[in-house]
């Protein structure tokens, strides 16, 4: 009876735990701030970014011209690619948004709603001020004047990642740009060279990817590792990092319903800088044979990508 008692309690404990970190972080992404002192929240970035440094994965240079963007203006970040767990992104690049870098002012990273499901992991997220991708909660930010960094090819994109080609995938409908129009939040474009490179995709194995998803409700490649290890996610393969942002892309007037077509206006422009980006640093920031592959740009809605953008 003791032995039933004693799990009674640690599930109820469980259960409780969990409703009162979900309620947390609706009222932080209802209301803004943070749920601890922002120099709590450095140090765990500090820590991270030690264990990236420890396991072979250094920033060896960071550049392009939205370091020297306008701080009076607000916007969106919008980061490529997304690799197998996003390591860059979490591990490394946590340091801008506390540091206010390089658009003036705290931002806040918006990733998959799945995330904070994940014991540890999830209230990490929470600590360094990351929120979930959901429409509501975007447009709540973006009204009250938060800058947000948003990696819009999502499990779409993670799932075919690979260390052979650099990739970047868009939604259907282009929701991040509606957002942006929206609120009149210009796009600022940021490439993480070197993330595709931490780990090596496996072939063959789509079947247990969707066994993952079907079982988790996450969409992983199956992968190795440091020394070959399978699904190795702390252990990535010892990469050097290079971060590249780009020119800002303005949006135009704050407009509540933008029209597709002025949507895809934007979209173009946007996809033009990133190119550019990345046609700019790719010989110098990966490996040759992934450079000369160039960056293959895919649109989820099946529309062609003009040929002066491929």
């Not at 970014?49 to 607000?74: H, P, Q, T």
């Not at 948004?97 to 904070?116: K, M, N, R, S």
Request: glycine share 8%; with cysteine.
């Amino acid at each position: 009876m003791s032995t039933l008692w004693l799990a009674a309690l640690i599930a109820g404990f469980v259960v409780l735990y969990v409703k009162v970190k979900e309620h947390i972080l609706r009222t932080l992404e209802h209301e803004g701030g943070r749920i601890v002192p922002i120099w709590v929240s450095k140090m765990l970035r500090e820590a991270l970014g030690r264990y990236s440094n420890f396991v072979g994965v250094r920033e060896v240079s960071i550049g392009g011209e939205g370091l020297a963007c306008d701080r009076s203006r607000k916007y969106m970040i919008v980061w490529h690619p997304h690799g197998f767990i996003t390591w860059v992104p979490f591990f490394i690049a946590g340091r801008y948004a506390l540091d206010a870098q390089p658009c003036g002012e705290h931002w806040f990273p918006v990733v998959a709603p799945v995330l904070f499901r994940v014991p540890i992991f999830s209230e990490m997220l929470i600590i360094l001020g990351a929120r979930r991708v959901d429409k509501k909660v975007i447009d709540k930010m973006l009204a009250r004047g938060d800058s947000i960094a948003i990696q819009p090819g999502g499990v779409k994109e993670q799932a075919q990642s690979s260390e052979k080609q650099e990739q970047a995938f868009f939604p259907a409908r282009l929701g991040f740009v509606r957002m942006a129009i929206r609120h009149g939040v210009d796009l600022l474009p940021a490439y993480f060279f070197g993330e595709n490179q931490l780990y090596k995709k496996v072939e063959g194995f789509e079947w247990l990817s969707k066994l993952i998803n079907k079982t988790t409700g996450m969409t992983l490649p199956i992968v190795t590792s440091r020394f070959g290890i399978p699904m190795g996610g702390l252990l990535p393969i010892p990469t050097p990092i290079h971060t590249r942002y780009g020119r800002p892309v303005p949006v135009g007037p704050p407009e509540p319903d933008p029209s597709d077509e002025r949507v895809e206006e934007v979209f173009l422009k946007y996809l033009a800088e990133l190119r550019r980006l990345f046609d700019e640093h790719a010989k110098d920031c990966l490996p040759y044979d992934v450079a000369q592959r160039g960056l293959r740009i895919v649109r989820l809605d099946g529309k062609p990508v003009p040929e002066d953008i491929r």
